[in-house]
């Protein structure tokens, strides 16, 4: 396991930590309103950095060797079920803080989430201004499981235009290698044919001198003996 992977790892488990103990302060909201504003606040930003941290590391752990990837594979899918059960509890904690301070239920102690005198209006109408907060903030929600696909989308298709370009230039490298390996083929066989030609006029030669040869050999005898 990569350093790198190693300490992404480490800064999860510590964010998943301070989500716990926010959601603790929300689901037990005793405190004073800038409190429990300042716990929503952190609960989520921790929530989001928590995200990112493991988004890097599920890039990270398509890097490590693959004896590995099994164990990290399981260990990468419970940290998932993990943040998104807890993205879910901070959801519906919020969520259940804000009706409890629209419908007036806290005794007065709404104002962390009263605005513009919504604790003093009918309760119909705080219901339909609840269900239009609960509905955008489950469109912003959408949004930004959009923005963080296309975000994932867009590194996805960085890696593979990255491995295409490498694969291009591994095929390049190889095609220059088999247009060395042709010019020495045809080197080689201009040169065979060379050695061939060669040997051929090389029994000619051969042939040609043992013929004059005889034929001197001819003239001697007939010579020594007319």
Known sequence: MSDLF?????????????????????NNYEDSTSDLRQA????????????QNL?????????????????????????????????QEFQNARTDLERKALLGQRGGRGGAFEMN???????????????????????????????RLALETEQIGGEILGDLRSQ?????????NLSDVSYNLDWARRTIANMGRRVVANKIL????????????IFIIYWKFA
Not at 40 to 51: G, L, P, R, V
């Open 117 to 147: 005198g919504l604790g003093s209006g009918s309760h119909e109408h705080r219901q339909r201004l609840l269900d239009a907060r609960n509905g955008l903030r489950q469109g912003v929600d959408q949004l930004e499981e959009s923005r």
């Open 40 to 51: 929503i606040a952190d609960c989520q930003k921790f929530i989001q950095q928590a995200e």
């Open 206 to 217: 051969l042939y040609s001198i043992i013929g004059v040869c005889v034929l001197a050999i």
């Open 6 to 26: 190693s300490t992404y790892q480490e800064d999860f488990d510590r964010l998943i930590v301070e989500v716990e103990g926010k959601l603790k302060i929300l």
């Open 55 to 87: 988004r890097q590391m599920e890039m990270e752990c398509r890097t490590l060797p693959a004896s590995t990837a099994p164990h990290i594979a399981e260990s990468m899918a419970s940290r998932r079920t993990n943040l998104t059960e807890l993205s």
């Open 168 to 176: 291009r230039e591994t095929i390049l490298r190889t095609r220059h």
